[in-house]
């Protein structure tokens, strides 16, 4: 049966999602605005490979080649180690890729004869506002090839029991059990055979579509909004927020841990710095970082802190790397003063277990490592730097 009969099959996208994060590494080409960053290469705890690019600017780690004069020899600064890569972005600033998006093709831990992954199997449309849209066919060409080797083993298994069934038929010397058993291999193999080969035209029986495999789409998304606002929320503004956040989210003040407050926030956060405190469509609310932080903060008990990180962490010590040190409720993050790329500050929840919250402008509220947390800094920041950290 020919590899472009079974190209596509819709009855298997779960499998090809999963086999999508397993096997496809994608790379973009670098745009045509590109600056010198420093990247740390190891640091604190054994973290590794954090990147310098910021994606939320569509920022890109590009060929050295596009920075003359880029010096790339490793730095050490205690335990940490540091290289410069060149960054670059599109040119026209709006935030989606300028140029063609480019995939490295998987590599297989383990080969299956006839299958070859190369560049030709994506195909990338640009939308006309700059955006591109790619149509990814290795996972299609993976499945099939599993299918197809599937039926070369299966083949061989069949024709071996054929060939035990006649031999043993041969050689039963009229023994009616021995010749009995060699008509049920017999007749097994050559039933096996006739379902094997056939599956295509019952699954095309039973549904045309279930014989569509179809390539993946990969549509490009864009990182959502960080920052909050500089306008302090008056007390007869916090009063009236804190009563609807509660009244949205069925929090439960003095009684939910961090974790739990984390979980019921979870969809029902609009990430606005213009209306924070207010209320958003849909049963939501209006938050930026540093108003979220705050009624989390004053819901555990705790004293308020400032709704603006750029005073939220003045006269804070940064953090010092070691999350043992850290406590439920700590507050982490960078001000805007810092942030020489985003141009925006941002601040981050301690939840307990190595595990910090936020409220964003992609997903309402978000989860995070240690490791994710230093990588924002950093990229947001252009610096090397650890983020503040505040204790309220």
Request: hydrophobic share 35%; charged share 15%.
């Amino acid at each position: 049966m020919s590899l472009a009969i079974l190209q596509k099959n819709t009855t298997i996208k779960l499998v090809s999602l999963i086999f999508l994060f397993i096997l496809l590494s994608p790379t973009l080409v670098s745009a045509a605005t590109c600056t010198v960053k420093t990247e740390r290469v190891s640091g604190i705890g054994g973290l590794t490979g954090t990147p310098a690019c910021d994606t939320r600017l569509n920022e890109i780690k590009s060929d050295n080649s596009k920075c003359p004069g880029i010096d790339t020899s490793f730095r050490y600064q205690g335990v940490d180690r540091f290289q410069n890569v060149c960054c670059c972005k599109p040119e026209d600033g709006t935030g989606v890729q300028s140029t063609a998006p480019k995939f490295d093709p998987p590599e297989l831990q383990i080969q299956i004869p006839g299958l070859d992954f190369v560049e030709a199997d994506v195909n990338c449309i640009n939308s006309g506002s700059g955006a591109y849209s790619c149509s990814v066919n290795w996972i299609a060409k993976y499945v099939a090839a599993i299918y197809n080797y599937g039926l070369t083993i299966g083949g061989i298994l069949a024709a071996l029991m054929l060939m035990a069934g006649g031999l043993l038929w041969l050689t039963s010397g009229g023994d009616s059990g021995k010749v009995s058993k060699a008509k049920g291999l017999i007749a097994g193999s050559i039933t096996g055979l006739i379902i094997l080969f056939s599956a295509y035209m019952i699954l095309y029986e039973v549904n045309p579509e279930l014989t569509v495999l179809k390539p993946i789409t990969i549509g490009q998304i864009k990182d959502g909004a960080i920052g909050d606002s500089s306008v302090p929320v008056s007390p007869a503004t916090f009063a009236e927020g804190k009563s609807l956040f509660l009244n949205i989210t069925k929090i439960n003040c003095g009684v939910d841990s961090y974790p739990e407050m984390m979980k019921k926030a979870k969809g029902k956060i609009v990430y606005s710095q213009a209306k924070r405190m207010t209320e958003a469509p849909n049963n939501k609310i209006y938050m930026d970082c540093s108003s979220f932080a705050n009624l989390i903060t004053v819901c555990a008990g705790k004293a308020p802190v400032p709704d603006y990180t750029e005073t939220m962490f003045t006269n804070q010590a940064r953090f010092n790397g070691d999350i043992n040190t850290l406590r439920a409720g700590d507050l982490i993050g960078w001000k805007k003063s810092d942030a020489s790329v985003s141009k925006n500050g941002h601040v981050y929840i301690y939840l307990g277990n190595g595990r910090f919250g936020d409220a964003n402008g992609s997903s309402g509220t978000g989860d995070y490592s240690l490791s994710q947390v230093l990588q924002a800094t950093e990229r947001h920041t252009g610096q090397s730097l650890m983020p503040y950290m505040r204790r309220p």
